[in-house]
């Protein structure tokens, strides 16, 4: 008998070679997709088309709402996304959401304990990633604490799992992974700062790990970007 597991699906490709990872695993999905005024909504409809690829059994759609938020990535904040930026800097970038993570898996360990789910799935990465500090081990080790004792399943004894499973992995790696299990990265979409007929920017963090990951890896990348 399967188990069960919820996927944060964003449609970029972390989420999606997560997902895999979770199928490959014996696990029954049921998808979260969070809308928060981000810039690039589009990366939702890319959510939708991942959740029909891995025949999750729900999709779950949150909305939060984006004024709470003072970060980059919210156009109402009128903060610029940062362009052609050092993304190996030991810095945390004008990208970063306030507490994201946080409440992400806040609704999700609600969803999880709601429907008898075994674990929560999510594509944090603590090694080709963009200095934020929701995506480290340290952070998931405390939220796995704080769920064990803030939640009935907890309490008793069968907590619901935090999984990571591209934490230690570099981009290259997490793509040739994906690959392996036949994920079709030209559903995922990871621009930051999309154009309106949703090509990608090119130049934001996310599409320079993004490139850098595919070219590594020796896989074509699918997606299309404005700037080369």
Not at 56 to 84: C, D, M, W, Y
């Amino acid at each position: 008998m399967s188990k069960k597991g919820i996927i944060l699906l964003s449609g970029g490709l972390d989420s999606a070679t997560s997902a895999a990872i979770a199928v490959s695993r014996g696990y029954t999905l049921s998808a979260m997709t969070f809308l928060y005024d981000q810039r690039h909504k589009v990366e939702v409809s890319f959510a939708e088309k991942l959740a029909l690829f891995f025949k999750v059994e729900q999709h779950v759609r949150i909305e939060i709402p984006g004024g709470i938020f003072r970060s980059a990535l919210t156009p109402a904040s009128g903060i610029n996304v940062p362009k052609n930026r050092d993304v190996d800097a030991d810095e945390i970038p004008e990208t970063y959401v306030p507490a994201r993570n946080i409440l992400f898996l806040s609704y999700a360990l609600a969803f999880a304990e709601s429907i008898g789910a075994e674990g929560i799935f999510i594509g944090a990465n603590a090694v080709d990633y963009s200095g934020y500090p929701d995506c480290r081990p340290e952070f998931f080790d405390a939220f796995k604490k704080m769920a064990d004792a803030g939640t009935k399943a907890g309490v008793e004894g069968h907590g619901i799992n935090i999984y990571t499973p591209l934490m230690t992995l570099k981009k290259h790696e997490i793509i040739k992974t994906g690959v392996s299990l036949g994920v079709d990265y030209s559903l995922t979409h990871s621009c930051y700062d999309p154009y309106e007929d949703g090509s990608s920017c090119g130049t934001c963090d996310s599409c320079i790990l993004r490139k850098r990951g595919f070219s590594e890896a020796g896989v074509p990348d699918p997606t299309r970007y404005r700037l080369k």
